[in-house]
């Protein structure tokens, strides 16, 4: 990919959607806690509450894209995903498609393995090290070009922990109390949680707009988490003069993908049980046996009504997202069969989805000079496009 000159690039952004992603379930156990303690339902409330209004923000000051169209060659996109190991099936279908479709929309793509947010939870060093490279090979096995974009570890652009810092000074303690991000994980960690995890947002901030960032993929429950780097943006102008755009989010519209043996939470890599989650490494025995025992109901009809029927919705969801086919499609094509017979049918979809992805993956791991020359050559081009804007910054507010 040709290297944008700064002046070209008005601006784009990423928490991907996998950078933000780990919110959604966590407001869930976050509900559970309050409620057990009984004595905080009106934060309850307000959590829920937050969420729900991000299918407002279109009409209020927070401006979204749905669809890239509009790419004009002035925009930039920036997203992230944690190094966590191997992504799920939810990670698949929703954010890196997603990354793979944007990649050959616009001119200016930027996707880093942000290991620095990862430090927020204790990682022992060689998993870490290990897995900041099978997040890379997967990411490429899924379709992610470097031709096309940087791909890059966000350590080794010390200009995000920089830029952080300075954002950090112009954010309140209170403006981060706020966050949801922050209460949920505070809250599970009886209100012991780390100076960085408090920092977190900011410096998901930096990594936006560090690059001037324009846009970011994010799904419809995380949009609310771009609002403090729009703060920030907007701060900084109003002290220094114009100098960042205010970044905007592009919705995925792929249906969240659920846990397969409790299809009201998110899909998860964390979830305690082994048949809830599907890898994009499992083998065709260890899909097949997940479908085979997911969670549906009574009714051995398909349809799709994710409120009274999630277990079968949610296989209906899969099946359209592997296979490219719209809800309306999936359904006319299941006229007449059982949900057992129809779980093999989804089963055996995603199984010929990953064959492919898990191939290249295992092929990638094996090289790893391979990756770390992608890692490094990404890094270098993200810091010709990070320096000016930094050094530029360090000018404004007088640090030379």
């Known amino acids: 990919m040709e290297n944008l000159p700064i002046k070209h690039a008005s601006g784009l952004a990423c928490s991907g959607e996998i950078w933000f992603c780990n919110f959604s379930l966590l407001l869930v156990n976050f509900k559970l806690h309050l409620s057990d303690q009984g004595n905080s339902m009106k934060q309850i409330r307000h959590a829920s509450m937050s969420f729900t209004v991000c299918k407002e923000l279109e009409a209020s000051s927070f401006s979204e894209d749905r669809t890239c169209k509009a790419n004009n060659g002035m925009d930039r996109i ?39 947010h990862s430090l927020t939870v204790p990682r022992d060093p060689p998993y870490l090290r290990q897995s900041i490279l099978d997040t890379t090979a997967a ?69 936006i707009l560090l690059y001037k960032s324009t846009h970011v993929p994010v799904g419809e429950d995380q949009v609310l988490h771009l609002e403090l780097a729009q703060d920030i943006a907007q701060h900084f102008n109003k002290k220094y003069g114009k100098f960042f755009p205010k970044p905007r989010a592009i919705l995925n519209s792929t249906k969240k993908i659920k846990s397969l043996r409790d299809p009201t939470a998110k899909m998860s890599k964390s979830d305690p049980q082994k048949l809830a989650t599907v890898s994009i490494t499992d083998s065709a025995e260890e899909i097949a046996l997940k479908f085979r025992k997911a969670v549906t109901d009574f009714t051995s009809e398909v349809t799709y009504d994710p409120d009274s029927r999630p277990g079968v919705s949610n296989l209906v969801s899969i099946h359209a997202a592997v296979t490219g086919l719209s809800i309306k499609e999936v359904l006319h094509q299941s006229v007449g069969l059982d949900t057992a017979h129809y779980k093999m049918i989804v089963a055996e979809a995603v ?50």
């Not at 920036?78 to 498609?97: C, D, E, V, W």
Request: charged share 20%.
């Open 78 to 116: 920036f997203s992230g995903i944690q190094p966590t190991g191997i992504p799920h099936l939810g990670n698949y279908l929703g954010a890196i498609q997603n990354w793979v479709r944007l990649q050959e929309e616009y001119n200016s793509v930027l996707y880093s393995i942000v290991d620095l």
């Open 139 to 207: 990411i490429l096995a899924c379709g992610i070009n470097p031709k096309r974009c940087f791909v890059f570890q966000q350590s080794q652009v010390p200009e995000h922990a920089e830029l952080g810092w300075i954002f950090g000074c112009f954010t309140s303690v209170p403006r981060l109390r706020r966050l949801p991000q922050w209460k949920i994980k505070n809250t599970s960690q009886n209100n012991e949680g780390n100076v960085g995890l408090f920092m977190y947002p900011v410096l998901q901030a930096a990594d």
């Open 351 to 400: 199984i010929q989805k990953l064959a492919p992805v898990r191939n290249e993956i295992k092929r990638l791991q094996q090289d790893k000079c391979h990756l770390e020359n992608v890692l490094k050559a990404g890094a270098e081009k993200a810091k010709e496009l990070a320096a000016p804007v930094y050094q530029e910054v360090r000018r404004l507010v007088g640090l030379q």
